[in-house]
C-alpha cells in the first residue's frame, strides 16, 4: 500500500511540475484558454455613467484615461494573472485526481 502511495504522490508531483515547465506545443493549448480568459475578464470591465450635471470635459478625460488603462495597461496584467489562474486550475485538477486514487487505494485494504 505504501508503494501505491508513493507512487500516486510522485505521479502528481511529475504532472505538477509538467504544467509548470510546459512544452512549446502545450504551452499554446493553454495559451488560447489564458487568452480567453483574459478578454473575458478585459470585457467585464466597468461602464460608468455620469449624470446630466457633469462637465463634458471632465467625462471625456475619464473615458480617455479609462480606454488607455483598458487597451495599454491592463492586458499585460490581467493576462500574468489568468496564467497563474489557469495554471493553478490544471494543478487542482491533478489533485482531486491524486486524491481519487489515493481514496481507491485506501479503500481496497
Known amino acids: 500500500m505504501k508503494k501505491k502511495l508513493k507512487d500516486a504522490l510522485h505521479r502528481y508531483k511529475v504532472e505538477a511540475f509538467k504544467m509548470t515547465h510546459m512544452?512549446?506545443?502545450e504551452q499554446k493549448e493553454v495559451g488560447r484558454?489564458?487568452?480567453e480568459h483574459t478578454a473575458q475578464a478585459l470585457q467585464n470591465a466597468y461602464h460608468f455613467h455620469f449624470d446630466t450635471n457633469t462637465n463634458p470635459h471632465r467625462v471625456e478625460t475619464f473615458q480617455m484615461i479609462k480606454s488607455v488603462v483598458l487597451e495599454?495597461?491592463?492586458?499585460?496584467?490581467?493576462?500574468k494573472v489568468m496564467r497563474?489562474?489557469?495554471?493553478l486550475e490544471h494543478q487542482n485538477a491533478h489533485l482531486v485526481k491524486l486524491l481519487d486514487e489515493l481514496m481507491e487505494?485506501?479503500?481496497?485494504?
Open 72 to 79: 495599454t495597461l491592463l492586458p499585460p496584467v490581467v493576462e
Open 33 to 35: 484558454e489564458i487568452l
Open 23 to 25: 512544452s512549446v506545443e
Open 105 to 109: 487505494t485506501l479503500s481496497e485494504d
Open 84 to 87: 497563474r489562474i489557469t495554471v
